[in-house]
């Protein structure tokens, strides 16, 4: 199969690059480089380009022809979200109208999407599984809602096939150790914690501790990015089958929550010292819970994470973080 990675550059983007080189397929990427990072992609076919300026998708999909087309490419940092909304809604909805139309017009027909569980908003419930009401609280969720929302109407009317999925925290890096997490600014709790435990920054700040969980801490489910990957190929695969419908949407998760603190602890452990801490005040637009209900992927997928022990996921990120090349 030919697959064409859109945001392959990125953190996610490039794993999933390893996880279809690995299974055997024809990759090629599509990134304009503003989060992604050219040392990831060394040796790779790079279609430089911008999902808002059709013109590179015109040139992109006749010439590399791609059976599959995997989309990673958005802005996702809450906070900015709600400051520059603009940016929010032109690059992650308006991007994807693009590649929609980009894909109608050069009969591009399979599409595996990134989404998040930030389309939720706060849980009603204890597990967040698909059936969940979807109402965001930040400009984020909203415009992975509409993204979503402009592919479920794609599959009805254009033929298109596609398979949407709702991470929660992606976390962890390859076992290779030569890609992991890399982003400036970086926002995510785990590689905050280990940038303070690698010496590159003098403390991390725990955001809130009196929130209304079994520690005061918010809490997270942290799913591994090679799971993430593995649950990729076989949305793709899903996505031929004749008994499945056009539109499909799984959460992925392991289903098992852990404090921002627990997380710490945990990181200390693997890397064997203290990490220095502070809390501080709570971060707006975080809910306190987030945990999956991801069964249906288990059951429809076949999907079986493999690295859902939070100390190896950590472990992985450090691996990453020690030796990080960008
Ligand atoms: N990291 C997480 O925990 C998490 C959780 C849920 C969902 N997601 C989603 O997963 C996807 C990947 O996240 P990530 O952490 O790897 O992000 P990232 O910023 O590391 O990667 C995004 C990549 O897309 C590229 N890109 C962005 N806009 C583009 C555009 N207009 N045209 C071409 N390329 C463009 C960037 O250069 C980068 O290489 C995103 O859609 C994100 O919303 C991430
Ligand atoms: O330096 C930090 C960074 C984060 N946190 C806390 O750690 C938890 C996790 O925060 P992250 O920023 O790592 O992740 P989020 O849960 O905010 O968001 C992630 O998961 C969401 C869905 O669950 C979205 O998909 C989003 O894109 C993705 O970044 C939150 O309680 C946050 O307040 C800290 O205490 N200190």
Redesign the pocket.
Known sequence: MKALV????????SHMVRALQRAGHDVAI????????RAAVEGLKVYE????NPADLDRALPDFAPDLML??????LVGESMVEPALYYG??VC?VFNLLEAMRRHGRARLVF?????VYGLPTKRRIDEDHPTQPINT?GWS?LFAERMIEDACRSYGLRAAVL??????GADDAGDIG?A?EPET?LLPNILRVAAGKAPLVRLFGSDYDTRDGYCVRDFIHVSDLCDAHLLAANALEKADLPAYQLYNLGNGQGFSVLEVLRAAEVVVGRPIPSEVGPARAGDPPVLVAGASKARSVLGWAPQKADLTQIIASAWRWHQAQRY
């Open positions: 859109i945001g392959g550059a990125g953190y996610i983007g599509f990134d304009n480089f503003s989060t992604g990072h380009g911008d999902l808002l989309h990673f490419a958005a802005r996702s690059n992650n991007g990134s989404s998040t569980a930030a984020y992975k709702r991470y929660f925290n992606a976390a997490e982003h995510h």
